[in-house]
């Protein structure tokens, strides 16, 4: 566990598996500290000989906040319908940069990138940026930042609205039981309560953010399309969707497929924007096999998929 200086950012990051295990960097999504990585996940990797390196993105967790003033509740709601209308402090770049300078710091050249949702965005933006820095790529119930893929469910979109733009709760109980609703509304059918409870107290103990997720949205709508950045990439790279998630459209992830060259889509039919308890297995393997194609690369790996 460490912090690392970007400017004048702090990004806090944390470390498992073997000192001398091919590194693997883990992208957590929109509002989400490095804590929210299931524990099958991070260890399941570990257990594979990966050196597993988590971060807190900027405005969460224990990285540092920014301290321009905060984004008015008009300014947040014209960018959530207006996407052209969204400005941001930082955008997804800014994040991918963050995040080499852990490696930087680390003194690991090359890592096995690893993003969800808004992290998978992260994780697209850091193999475009940095290519030099990436063996392999997996990107999670994510999309390319294309205004006609991956959108939020309709029914879906006013309650973020509100939630984005509402009073902070003060007691620690009414910020868990929020935080285990927002879960519940986006997560598929294998949601469990008792897991995602103590994963959203153990978040709260550690460090509140009111208006880190705010702000991570204004950098995700303020960025720009990555669809023609991702068809430049050459690593081996895995997509992972659920149809059943309500928050980023599975069209979202059949477009990053598409966009990237030899890619790999896995799609499973009861996941929602979770990573469900039953489905983690299957996801920690296809992980590992999409990076044991940056070892042993084929003739079928440049072969288009979708």
Do not use: C, K
């Not at 224990?62 to 207006?82: I, K």
């Not at 939020?152 to 003060?170: D, G, Y």
């Not at 499973?268 to 299957?282: A, C, V, Y």
């Not at 996801?283 to 990076?291: D, L």
Request: proline share 7%; charged share 25%.
């Amino acid at each position: 566990m460490g912090t690392v200086t970007v400017g004048e950012v702090e990004i806090a990051y944390e470390v498992d598996g073997p000192e001398d295990g091919e590194p693997m960097l883990l992208l957590m999504g929109l509002g989400t500290q490095l804590v929210a990585w299931p524990a099958e996940v991070v260890d399941g990797l570990a257990s594979r000989g990966f050196r597993v390196v988590r971060v807190d993105n900027r405005d969460i967790g224990l990285s540092s906040r920014t301290s321009t003033p905060a984004p008015t509740r008009a300014a947040v709601v014209r960018a959530l319908v207006h996407r052209g209308a969204a400005r941001s402090d930082y955008l997804l770049a800014d994040l991918a940069a963050d995040a080499v300078a852990v490696l930087d710091h680390l003194g690991i050249d090359r890592a096995h990138v690893v993003g969800v949702s808004m992290g998978g965005m992260i994780a697209q933006q850091l193999t475009i940026d940095h290519p030099g820095r990436v063996r392999s790529l997996a990107s999670v119930m994510s999309t390319t930042g294309s205004r006609r893929r991956g959108n939020v469910s309709a029914r879906l979109l006013p309650r973020m609205a509100r939630s984005l733009t509402a009073p902070r709760p003060t007691d620690e109980e009414e910020a868990v039981r929020l935080g285990v609703e927002g879960w519940r509304v986006i997560a598929g059918p294998h949601f469990d309560e008792d897991e995602i409870e103590a994963q959203v107290r153990a978040a709260v103990a550690r460090s509140t953010s009111p208006l880190g997720a705010v702000r991570q949205l204004l950098a995700i709508l303020a960025s720009p399309d990555r669809t023609p950045g991702l068809r430049q990439v050459r690593v081996p790279t895995l997509v992972v969707h659920g149809l059943a998630d309500p928050l980023v459209a599975w069209s979202g992830g059949v477009a990053t497929a598409r966009a990237v060259p030899g890619s790999r889509l896995l799609l499973f039919p009861d996941m929602g924007h979770d990573l469900p308890r039953p489905r983690r297995g299957e996801i920690v393997e296809a992980i590992a096999r999409n990076a044991a194609r940056a070892a042993a690369p084929t003739a079928d790996d440049d072969r288009p998929r979708s």
